[in-house]
């Protein structure tokens, strides 16, 4: 199994940016394909993307793709949520996920962070 933890959430402006990072322990993330979601309140939890065990292949939602950047440090067992051009939609809380298999869907996912707040402001 893996444990994750998130960090890096805060307040910032609209147009601003913020790196979000997902430490593992317990296995090393090379074992686990790592997936970012978000959810608003009152909103289903979202897909934002995702990045593969060793190679660092990625995909991104729309709303993510030229704005969001996944990277992984396989060292460090840590993965990187970094966010440019923050918009008040982006406004959510943000949460990394460990699971096999390359999926959008939340339930495909085994382990998950606490998740952090990023608050956007206009």
């Known amino acids: 199994q893996v444990q994750l933890v998130e960090s890096g959430g805060g307040l910032v402006q609209a147009g601003g940016s913020l790196t979000l990072s997902c430490a593992a322990s317990?296995?090393?993330?090379?074992?686990?394909?790592i997936a970012w979601f978000r959810q608003a309140p009152g909103k289903e939890r979202e897909f934002v993307g995702d990045?593969?065990?060793?190679?660092?292949?990625?995909d991104y939602s729309d709303s993510a793709k030229g704005r969001f950047t996944i990277s992984r440090d396989n060292a460090k067992n840590t993965v990187y949520l970094q966010m440019a051009d923050l918009k008040p939609e982006d406004t959510a809380v943000y949460y990394c996920?460990?699971?096999?298999?390359?999926?959008?869907?939340?339930?495909?996912?085994?382990?998950w962070g606490q998740g952090t707040q990023v608050t956007v402001s206009s």
């Open positions: 996920a460990a699971g096999d298999i390359p999926s959008r869907d939340s339930h495909d996912y085994d382990y």
């Open positions: 317990g296995r090393t993330f090379t074992n686990y394909r």
């Open positions: 990045i593969n065990r060793v190679y660092g292949l990625t």
